[in-house]
């Protein structure tokens, strides 16, 4: 199977042109009617499974590891407190909080070296980007313990989802 | 009181436990992990005397990623 691969999802692009995520709040205007916010999830795929860039526009449950203490399917939404905010050029936007699972064993074929970001508030869970944790095809196993994804500083340089 | 810890053969005593922390620098993520080894003597524990028992992991983003920059990392 081909490595996963991490990056910004191609379709994402086309996708913040038509106004499809809403990582922010916004005030009501004359034609967009939606001014909540989106909630965005984190979902765990296994080593070598390859999920691309340009292959998964979507979340999906192939390749994703299996159900295993606080791990389901679909993963686990994000913390969402802080806005999306720009400085020097560059708008920026990072969940609010960690992403973590208790009593998870992921081990053998079910190591992950995958987590997707995606839009569990849009129809189709669309996907936002991927991210590697750790070292391609090797991955983390996490056995009967706790597996954390700690988010960078939320700023121009570092934030996870940047436009420049 | 003793506290206890999940680990694949069960709830073990702290006490019967040793772990070991490994950090490790992998570019765009740093990942710590934390073995857990059973060291207590324990008959009904036996066959996991001297074996990692239980690991977890830290995985923390250091730079998340530019939407309008390469299209893969």
Redesign the interface.
Known sequence: MAAN????I?A??KE?LCGSHAFGSQAANGTRTVTTKDVFAIALYRVTSGVG?TNSSAYAATNEVTNTGEYTAAGRSCANATEPTFATNTS?W?PSASVSWT?V?MTGTNATDLAMLYNSTSTGKLAV?N?????QDVG?????????????ANDQ???????? | MTRTV???AGELPESDLEFTTLE?D?G??I?M??E?TYKGTDAKYAEHVGQ??????????????????????
Request: proline share 3%.
């Open positions: 691969t991490a990056g910004v191609t994402f692009r913040l860039i920026y990072t009593n064993t980007a991210f590697l944790l750790g070292t983390q196993a996490p056995s009967a313990g706790t597996f954390t994804l700690t988010m960078p340089t570092t934030g996870l989802i940047r436009i420049t | 999940n680990t694949i490790q992998c765009d993520t990942v992990s934390r857990w990692m028992v239980r690991r977890d992991c830290w995985v923390t983003i250091k730079t998340g990623i530019s939407a309008t920059g390469s299209a893969e990392l």
